[in-house]
C-alpha cells in the first residue's frame, strides 16, 4: 500500500459550506427567469467547472445559450448576496487542516472554482496561507470528474498520485480522484454516495473531524 505523501483537498462542499448556498441561488435565479431546475439536475453541477456547467444549463433549456448565460448571470448575483451572511466553514474544517499540518502533511487545493473567486473564499477565513499549492477550474482543460485537476495538483506538490489523498465531497470529485489514482476520503454533503462511489473511496467520513485519524490509520 503506497503511503500517503500529500492531501488535496476539494473547497466547495468540503471546507466550505457554499453547496448549500449555490443550490438555493440556481433555484432563485431559475424563478427569476420563469423556469425551473430540477434539483437532480442542480445536484448534478456539484463539482463541475463552469463551462460544464453552462452546457448542462444549456441543454435543461432545450439549446438557449442566451438564457442559459442570463441564469447564470443571475446565479452569481444571487450566491455572492447569500455569501455575504450566509457562507461558513464544514465542520472540522480548520481543526483538520491545522491537524494535518502539524503532522507534516503537505496540503493543496483542487476545486472546480475559478482562482479569481477561490482566493477571496480561502481569504475570508484565513485558510489561504495553509495551502503550499492551489490548481483551480479555469487552469485545466476537462473538469471533474476527469482526473486533470488532481494530477496537476499533485504535480505541482512533486507527489506521484498514487502517494496522495484526494478529500471529497461529490460523486464528480470522487471519480476525478479515484481515475487520478490517488487515495479518495469522502465526507458527503449534497448527495449520499452510491454504492459504485462507495467501491471508489478508502473511506467515507461522517465530518473533517475524522480525517486526521483516517489519514494516520492509512499510513499506520
Keep these: 500500500m503506497?503511503?500517503?505523501q500529500a492531501i488535496l483537498f476539494d473547497m466547495d462542499g468540503t471546507l466550505v459550506d457554499s453547496e448549500r448556498v449555490s443550490q438555493a441561488a440556481w433555484k432563485l435565479a431559475a424563478h427569476d427567469l420563469g423556469f425551473e431546475l430540477p434539483d437532480a439536475l442542480t445536484q448534478s453541477?456539484?463539482?463541475?467547472?463552469a463551462p460544464s456547467v453552462h452546457a448542462?444549463?444549456?441543454?435543461?433549456?432545450?439549446?438557449?445559450?442566451a438564457l442559459a448565460e442570463e441564469c447564470f448571470r443571475l446565479h452569481h448575483v444571487h450566491f455572492d448576496?447569500?455569501?455575504?451572511t450566509d457562507l461558513t466553514l464544514m465542520p472540522g474544517a480548520r481543526e483538520a487542516l491545522?491537524?494535518?499540518s502539524t503532522a507534516g502533511y503537505?496540503?493543496?487545493?483542487?476545486?472546480?472554482?475559478?482562482?479569481?473567486?477561490?482566493?477571496?473564499r480561502l481569504e475570508r477565513f484565513g485558510l489561504l496561507d495553509m495551502f503550499a499549492t492551489?490548481?483551480?477550474?479555469?487552469?485545466?482543460?476537462n473538469g471533474k470528474p476527469a482526473p486533470d485537476i488532481f494530477l496537476l495538483a499533485a504535480e505541482r506538490m512533486g507527489v506521484e498520485p498514487a502517494n496522495c489523498a484526494v478529500v471529497e465531497?461529490?460523486?464528480n470529485g470522487v471519480r476525478s480522484g479515484h481515475a487520478a489514482g490517488a487515495r479518495v476520503f469522502m465526507i458527503p454533503d449534497m448527495v449520499p454516495p452510491t454504492s459504485e462511489i462507495e467501491a471508489m473511496c478508502t473511506a467515507i467520513l461522517g465530518s473533517l473531524h475524522e480525517l486526521p485519524a483516517a489519514i494516520a490509520a492509512v499510513n499506520g
Excluded: W
Design 56 to 65: 448542462l444549463v444549456a441543454n435543461h433549456l432545450h439549446g438557449d445559450e
Design 106 to 120: 503537505p496540503l493543496a487545493l483542487a476545486t472546480s472554482t475559478y482562482r479569481a473567486k477561490a482566493i477571496p
Design 134 to 141: 492551489m490548481t483551480t477550474g479555469d487552469e485545466i482543460e
Design 45 to 49: 453541477f456539484i463539482g463541475r467547472t
Design 98 to 100: 491545522e491537524e494535518l
Design 81 to 84: 448576496r447569500i455569501c455575504e
Design 169 to 171: 465531497d461529490s460523486h
Design 2 to 4: 503506497q503511503p500517503i
